[in-house]
């Protein structure tokens, strides 16, 4: 039984070989570096190489074993490199070292060939382990050098499992030289267990080997992306610096609406920002970059100018409206927000009750006397200020009491959600009763459908914007608006 099973272990590890370096070709067809091809090699040649030796009957011993052995030894020279050419590696890919490990192969052939002619075959066996061992354990250095370039715990695994083959050869050299076996199919219970630990280790090496591939290209593809992002907003951010500075980033409007009559009151006015090349580019892409650069007093310079220069063709169409802009938390820092408006007060104050300045809820500086201070100014000089986005992060009463807001704007999550979770509806009851009581007029975002506008009127919201209404317009479009959206919703009986 154990004569014909080690030469059926070398059929299989043969043609496992041979599949598994073919449907490499296939698994990394876009991804065939230096590194993969040495591999996919290293595995032919030692199928091949298993293949020869147990044909060793019908084969001359040229063939069955100085050219079978000679592949097996110029397979781990492959493995070698191939690991020495991973991506991340220091080492560049020369011709230089395959032409060395060439030669030795063919040293090898030739050494293997005098033996074959002028030693015992117990002797040949014992030379061949021998030179086995030694090419595992070079794959083994270079596996545990690569280890330590790049932290990479696989690498570390598959150099000990080409430890374990060095091992495993060494045992068969002794083994060979303690029982003068001349075959290596010899049915010994010794010689099985090393050749079941050599073919188990054979077909962990390239299963390791092809989950290190993916897991490096997963972190060559994540890397390259980052670089790739960054060299976007490079490229972003240059372009965006000539945008400022050419003033084509403009203010785009988007109608508030009064709920129940459908009345146009006021607008939001939203930076835009149209590139040649890039087409429109999304203010959340925008902005960042603006505020990353430190070019966010540049960008509100340039808006409230533009809004200050439209107010009077939208207040011809809509008189009475208002025009609320987010403002950046970051220009609180350094009272940039006094500066901008204290040098239009003079020329503008007429305008400023006409404006409103939003500010994002989670990025509110913490309710400190200076930013209190900062507010309390804005409010004398007759400006709004609304805070944005309210009940998206954490919402903090204390900031109603402590900031002298006089508008807030209810989060469009909680408006998507109304009419379907009697929770929200809820919640956002909740935050209209508590904003009315303290004097602060409220306004729905993200207003999609008129279920939501009419539970928004039914629960005592006066105003709403939204995609329902109006999508964000240019300036030179609002005259096209219609002064009334719709007909007017009838206030049913106030909900308890």
């Not at 011993?61 to 000679?70: D, E, G, M, R, W």
């Not at 199919?185 to 591939?213: C, D, K, P, Q, V």
């Not at 928004?456 to 329902?468: E, P, T």
Request: with cysteine; aromatic share 10%; net charge neutral.
């Amino acid at each position: 039984m154990a004569v014909s099973l080690i030469p059926f272990l070398f059929y299989f590890f043969a043609a496992f070989s041979v599949v598994i370096g073919i449907t490499m070709c296939w698994i990394f067809k876009g991804r065939l570096d230096t590194s993969v091809r040495y591999w996919i090699g290293a595995t032919l040649l030692s199928g091949f190489a298993a293949i020869l030796t147990v044909l060793r009957a019908e084969l001359s011993p040229l063939i069955s074993f100085v050219f079978a052995n000679t592949l097996n030894f110029a397979a781990y020279f492959l493995f070698a490199h191939s690991i020495r050419s991973l991506p991340g590696s220091v080492h560049r890919a020369t011709l230089a070292r395959p032409v060395l490990y060439a030669l030795y192969a063919v040293a090898y052939f030739c050494v293997l060939a005098v033996l074959d002619q002028q030693t015992s075959q117990s002797f040949q066996r014992s030379a061949v382990a021998i030179a086995a061992a030694l090419g595992s354990c070079l794959v083994f250095f270079e596996a545990i050098q690569a280890q330590k370039r790049q932290k990479n715990t696989p690498l570390l695994v598959l150099g000990y499992v080409f430890l374990a083959q060095a091992l495993c050869w060494f045992a068969r050299a002794i083994l060979i030289n303690a029982l003068g076996m001349s075959s290596p199919f010899e049915a010994t219970a010794i010689n099985m267990t090393i050749f079941t630990s050599l073919l188990i280790l054979g077909i962990m090496r390239y299963m390791i080997y092809i989950g290190l591939r993916f897991m490096l290209n997963t972190y060559e593809t994540n890397d390259l992306r980052k670089r790739n992002r960054l060299l976007e907003n490079i490229v972003l951010e240059n372009k965006l610096h000539a945008a400022l500075r050419a003033k084509i980033i403009v203010p785009h409007y988007q109608s508030i609406v009064d709920l129940a009559s459908g009345k146009v009151i006021g607008f939001e006015a939203l930076a835009r920002w149209h590139d040649a090349e890039l087409g429109a580019v999304a203010p959340d892409t925008f902005i960042p970059i603006i505020e990353d650069s430190g070019r966010i007093e540049e960008l509100t310079d340039l808006m409230i100018d533009q809004i200050i220069i439209d107010l009077p063709t939208i207040k011809k169409k809509f008189p009475g409206a208002l025009v609320s802009i987010n403002v950046s938390s970051l220009l609180f820092a350094d009272e940039y927000l006094l500066t901008l408006f204290g040098k239009r007060l003079v020329q503008f104050k007429s305008d400023y009750p006409s404006l409103i300045l939003e500010i994002v809820e989670g990025k509110i500086i913490e309710a400190n006397a200076q930013v209190g201070a900062q507010i309390t100014q804005l409010r004398e000089w007759g400006l709004g200020i609304s805070i944005d986005d309210f009940g998206k992060d954490y919402s903090s009463h204390s900031r109603l009491i402590a900031l002298p807001f006089n508008h807030l704007k209810i989060d469009r999550e909680f408006i998507h959600q109304l009419g379907k979770s009697k929770n929200a509806d809820i919640v956002v009851k909740n935050i209209i009763d508590l904003a009315q009581n303290l004097g602060i007029s409220v306004t729905a975002e993200g207003v999609e459908t008129q279920q939501q506008r009419n539970v928004l009127v039914q629960l005592g919201c006066h105003c709403g914007q939204g995609w329902y209404f109006e999508r964000d317009q240019p300036l030179d479009r609002l005259h096209g608006l219609p002064a009334t959206f719709g007909p007017p919703v009838v206030t049913p009986p106030e909900i308890a």
